[in-house]
């Protein structure tokens, strides 16, 4: 139900304003039962998975992926990662009846690392984090139309370690950890070699070329699911238009063998 907002003039309002962006946010969690709220998670709804396989959640938030994931794989168990602790503490609350394990951790070579988040007040802005204070500050121009001007942009340090070994196979991976994608996928190569799981990926123009070069010299060709059809990237013939076409919102892709 919330995707239907998407792309409208209501989500253009809340993405001008971040007021409206806290508040709509703690909107979408008071109404998590609805989840997903972004259409090419439908994707899942029907895409079978061996029921005792694991579901990995890379970069978790306050649980809008693992919560989505429950509710299409309730058998499954996930194991999500959020290193921030301001939103580790809303995972918490949100996942605390489901069958869902939480680290509050990243996934990461260094013991610590500073991310940047941009704050209004004393309110932070939990989905938006980078190491790259730059970059950061170019993807909330790019999916939001908030003045970058008007925004703090505070400097916290955050625990990260190894990918933990995982007994049973791992049939997905969810990575969205705001431009250091690549870095993950090279830090679990191995992992994805053995297990070859379905990898579900925010799409990051800086870093999209390289994520998709690594992927496809394991054998992976990456995906777009739009109005229920999987379409195949490669045979787009300008990929710039297709994320062009999709402004201000962002996309997941979809990697599978």
Same mark, same amino acid.
């Given at each position: 139900?919330?995707?239907?907002?998407?792309?409208?003039?209501? *989500?253009?309002?809340?993405?001008?304003?971040?007021?409206? =962006? =806290?508040?709509?946010?703690?909107?979408?969690?008071?109404?998590?039962?609805?989840?997903?709220?972004? *259409?090419?998670?439908? #994707?899942?709804?029907?895409?079978?998975?061996?029921?005792?396989?694991?579901?990995?959640?890379?970069?978790?938030?306050?649980?809008?992926?693992?919560?989505?994931? +429950?509710?299409?794989?309730?058998?499954?168990?996930?194991?999500?990662?959020?290193?921030?602790?301001?939103?580790?503490?809303?995972?918490?609350?949100?996942?605390?009846?489901?069958?869902?394990?939480?680290? /509050?951790?990243?996934?990461?070579?260094?013991? #610590? +690392?500073?991310?940047?988040?941009?704050?209004?007040?004393?309110?932070?802005?939990?989905?938006?984090?980078?190491?790259?204070? @730059? @970059?950061?500050?170019?993807?909330?121009? /790019?999916?939001?139309?908030?003045?970058?001007?008007?925004?703090?942009?505070?400097? =916290?340090?955050?625990?990260?370690?190894?990918?933990?070994?995982?007994?049973?196979?791992?049939?997905?991976?969810?990575?969205?950890?705001?431009?250091?994608?690549?870095?993950?996928? @090279?830090? &679990?190569?191995?992992?994805?070699?053995?297990?070859?799981?379905?990898?579900? &990926?925010?799409?990051?123009?800086? /870093? #999209?070329?390289?994520?998709?070069?690594?992927?496809? @010299?394991?054998?992976?060709?990456?995906?777009?699911?739009?109005?229920?059809? =999987?379409?195949? &990237? +490669?045979?787009?013939?300008?990929?710039?238009?297709? #994320?062009?076409?999709?402004?201000?919102?962002? &996309?997941?892709?979809?990697?599978?063998?």
């Amino acid at each position: 139900m919330l995707r239907y907002f998407r792309s409208s003039l209501l *989500e253009k309002l809340i993405k001008s304003d971040v007021k409206f =962006l =806290l508040i709509s946010d703690r909107i979408i969690e008071k109404f998590k039962f609805l989840l997903p709220y972004e *259409e090419d998670w439908y #994707f899942f709804k029907n895409h079978k998975i061996s029921k005792s396989s694991t579901i990995i959640d890379i970069g978790a938030h306050w649980g809008e992926s693992a919560i989505t994931f +429950s509710k299409f794989y309730p058998n499954n168990k996930i194991i999500s990662f959020e290193p921030n602790i301001f939103a580790f503490q809303r995972l918490k609350k949100n996942t605390k009846n489901l069958k869902i394990k939480i680290f /509050n951790y990243g996934i990461g070579k260094k013991k #610590f +690392s500073n991310l940047y988040f941009p704050y209004y007040k004393n309110y932070q802005l939990s989905l938006w984090g980078s190491q790259n204070l @730059k @970059k950061l500050k170019k993807r909330i121009e /790019n999916y939001t139309y908030l003045n970058n001007k008007k925004l703090k942009y505070r400097k =916290l340090k955050f625990f990260f370690k190894n990918f933990p070994h995982i007994n049973n196979k791992i049939s997905i991976i969810k990575i969205d950890v705001e431009g250091e994608e690549l870095n993950v996928i @090279k830090m &679990i190569k191995n992992v994805i070699k053995k297990n070859k799981p379905l990898l579900f &990926i925010e799409h990051n123009v800086s /870093n #999209f070329d390289q994520v998709n070069l690594v992927l496809k @010299k394991l054998g992976y060709k990456s995906y777009y699911f739009d109005k229920n059809n =999987l379409n195949e &990237i +490669s045979k787009i013939t300008n990929i710039k238009n297709l #994320f062009s076409l999709k402004k201000k919102r962002t &996309i997941n892709i979809i990697f599978k063998i």
